[in-house]
């Protein structure tokens, strides 16, 4: 799944519109669903999304199960 698809998971999970995101991004609500609607969004983009709604970025080791989160300051 990509990034755009799982944002618009935790959305309707957590019961927030994309015009409320687009508030919190401080961007219009045309462009943040022009871009999850594309699905090819930067690593940046996705780490940003993801903090305004309260959520991390992380790689995943596939051995261990150990996180490393994506921090993007």
């Keep these: 799944m990509g990034a755009g698809k799982s ?3 935790i959305l309707l999970d957590k019961n927030i519109t ?3 995101l687009a508030e919190k991004l401080e961007k219009p609500r ?3 669903a022009n ?3 594309r699905d090819n969004m930067e690593i940046r983009t996705a780490a ?3 903090k ?3 959520c991390g970025l992380y790689f995943i080791d596939e051995e261990n ?3 490393y989160p994506i921090n993007i300051d």
Excluded: D, M, N, S
């Design 35 to 37: 871009t999850l609607f």
């Design 48 to 50: 940003e999304y993801g």
């Design 18 to 20: 994309i015009t409320a």
């Design 7 to 9: 944002i618009k998971h």
């Design 65 to 67: 199960g150990y996180k």
């Design 30 to 32: 045309q462009t943040v």
């Design 52 to 54: 305004a709604l309260g």
